[in-house]
């Protein structure tokens, strides 16, 4: 990832909180063993937090590296969404991700004692 990306994905992430953009729990930069700590959860939860760089419009699409068109996502959900035959577009993946957390159904119940979502 180039530092112009590492960049735009720090400002995301402090715009946005530190908060992801789909699933809305905190997320951590750098410091995976102090996120675990703080939450009182393993470092193998923590890693599903760690920060990364979400293009709202992808590269491949016509997507540009501005601050417009990044946000801040935890990696479980980027990866879960890129995971997908066809990835849905980020608001509906976003209100897809939010009706499952209504539901108990995202993240595992070992960590639905992490803030709750924006």
Not at 32 to 37: L, P, T
Not at 72 to 94: G, T
């Amino acid at each position: 990832m180039s530092i112009q990306i590492s960049q735009k994905r720090l400002v995301a992430f402090n715009k946005q909180s530190g908060c992801c953009y789909y699933c809305g729990s905190p997320m951590w930069e750098g410091k995976q063993k102090e996120f675990a700590n703080k939450h009182k959860i393993t470092k193998k939860y923590a890693a599903r937090f760690q920060c990364t760089a979400e293009h709202l419009l992808a590269r491949c699409d016509g997507g540009k590296d501005q601050e417009n068109n990044i946000v801040a996502a935890c990696i479980f959900c980027n990866r879960n969404r890129h995971k997908r035959k066809k990835p849905l577009v980020p608001l509906k993946y976003r209100a897809l991700i939010q009706k499952r957390l209504q539901q108990g159904k995202w993240h595992p119940k070992k960590l639905r004692h992490l803030p709750s979502p924006q």
